[in-house]
């Protein structure tokens, strides 16, 4: 009896020590209808409080690592004219396009910025955006003509 106490509480022991491969920092994200959650979430911002998106937000937090010389994945996020350059452009592995002008949910440029994006990992990485400037970031590609 003894002998199985101890196995028991080594047995327990040991699956504390190791852990499980997930966190709980997003509990969300193991709900069963986690995958028809919202990408990325973003406010509705109105534009004009938003000022230039290219400038203020994409240049200022993406091209640190998405420059115009051998930006990470190709990607260059800090010439000017991001829009019109990644408009209907494929990622890398093709699963996506970049900017679709228009509609930010179809945008990998948008989607990418939320905390369960449907490919890769979050942008950027370190400190995310705040829910402001990523919803300025949404009404920036879904006003695009």
């Not at 509480?9 to 193991?30: E, N």
């Not at 994945?73 to 093709?94: F, H, I, N, Y």
């Not at 396009?97 to 990992?121: D, H, I, M, Q, Y």
Request: with cysteine; charged share 20%; hydrophobic share 40%.
């Amino acid at each position: 009896m003894l002998t199985r106490y101890f196995l028991l509480v080594g047995i327990g022991a040991f699956g504390f020590a190791v852990g499980c491969a997930g966190t709980l920092d997003d509990p969300d994200r193991f709900r069963p209808d986690a995958e028809a959650a919202p990408v990325a979430t973003a406010t509705p911002a109105p534009a004009a409080s938003c000022g230039d998106v290219e400038v203020s937000i994409v240049r200022l937090r993406c091209s640190s690592c998405h420059g115009a010389t051998g930006g990470t994945a190709g990607l260059d996020l800090e010439t000017p004219g991001v829009l019109a350059r990644l408009a209907d452009k494929r990622t890398v592995d093709g699963t996506a396009r970049l900017v679709v002008k228009g509609n930010a949910e179809s945008s990998a440029l948008f989607t990418k910025l939320g905390k369960t994006p449907p490919f890769g990992s979050r942008m950027p990485t370190g400190t995310p955006l705040s829910d402001s400037d990523i919803a300025c970031v949404k009404a920036w590609i879904d006003a695009a003509q």
